[in-house]
């Protein structure tokens, strides 16, 4: 499906780019002997760039994989795509993951990046706040049921005088948010870049507060049972292309940052440079496994079995599958 946002204000575009961006996108041949289809979901925020590049990169079909791409607004509905089998593969952070897995199974191959510095809240700065406490009986942009949006209420917010039921959540996608706060509809939100960014740029929003002190936020590759039991070469195949973009990003960051610009400038939205580079300095790709990953995951599901959002702490060797990306590295 395409979408023609050409002659598109800013604001404009934040409205209008829903949860249909880009979705069941474009088919992209591999090689000539490759069988294995991926149905790659990513999100439209610059937490799905890494993987938007990897699919422009050109490194997939190097390794004989053919894709088939489905862009959201956020992580957590591509993780509900994924639960209803509609995606194979899609990128989000450790509370989508772990919600993911107890309502389908999925398994995470890989961690792609950290993103916590790129998500933060920011508040409307005509109302001159500078805390999160003073949001106190205030209007709330949030994406609920995102990362982002239970780490906020679960962690953040309470850590810095903000309780459930101390202000008003209002149920948002990402892209929609700025847009909410210039119509000064909501007073502040619980963002992502670029959108924090632009806020700040056009002089909508201030920042007062980033994940980043709660939470580096890794982002995981994560892929249904089903796939990986099925196509366990095409797995590892798929990784060592991911590990190809990651050395573009260490290596060749213009590159990198060109192709990623243009995803944004070919919907005809204006955004200045200066402004995408401060948001896509904020996303730190490494794709690999950690090995102190499960503690880290394990203090998630804790908290989101006491929100009583998962039924049960997953089982950890099932959820989280390194062995393809080490036999990728190999």
């Known amino acids: ?21 880009l979705a069941a996108g474009a088919w992209r041949p591999g090689l ?23 699919l422009r990169s050109g490194q997939l079909e190097k390794q ?65 706040i500078t805390k999160v406490e003073q949001l106190r009986g205030l209007k709330i942009a949030n994406q609920t049921g995102s990362s982002i949006g239970n780490i906020f209420v679960d962690q953040l917010a309470p ?54 002190g709660a939470d580096k936020v890794p982002v995981f590759m994560a892929a249904t049972p089903e796939f990986v039991e099925k196509h366990p070469d095409a797995v590892v195949a798929y990784l060592k292309a991911w590990l190809a973009v990651g050395s573009d990003f260490r290596q060749q960051p213009k590159k990198v940052a060109d192709a990623i610009y243009g995803f944004f400038t070919s919907k005809g939205y204006k955004m200045s440079p200066e402004t995408f580079a401060k948001a896509l300095s904020a996303v730190d790709v490494d794709p690999g496994f950690p090995s102190d990953i499960t503690p880290y995951m394990q203090n998630h599901a804790e908290i989101l079995l ?9 089982d950890w ?10 036999k990728a590295r190999a």
């Open 159 to 212: 850590s810095l005088g903000l309780k459930k039921g101390d202000y008003q959540e209002v149920r948002m996608n990402v892209n929609e948010m700025v847009a909410a706060l210039a119509a000064k509809t909501v007073d502040a939100m619980v963002n992502v870049e670029p959108y924090n960014a632009l806020a700040e740029a056009d002089g909508i929003g201030n920042v007062i507060a980033s994940l980043e």
């Open 64 to 128: 004989g994989i053919q894709f088939e791409e489905f862009a959201v607004p956020s992580g957590n509905i591509t993780m509900q795509q994924m639960v209803a089998r509609q995606v194979d593969m899609g990128t989000y952070a450790g509370p989508s993951f772990i919600i993911g897995h107890d309502r389908g199974g999925l398994v995470a191959i890989a961690v792609i990046e950290n993103v916590g510095r790129t998500a933060k809240v920011v508040a409307r700065k005509d109302l001159n």
């Open 1 to 21: 499906m395409k979408t023609g946002h050409e002659g598109m204000t800013r604001r404009k575009f934040l409205a209008a780019s829903g949860a249909g961006v």
């Open 306 to 314: 006491r929100e009583k959002k998962i039924k049960a702490i997953p």
């Open 32 to 54: 000539a002997q490759a069988r294995t289809l991926i149905r790659q979901g990513y999100q439209t925020n610059m937490w799905g760039m890494p993987t938007y590049y990897l």
């Open 317 to 326: 060797s099932k959820a989280l599958r390194p062995e393809f990306m080490a």
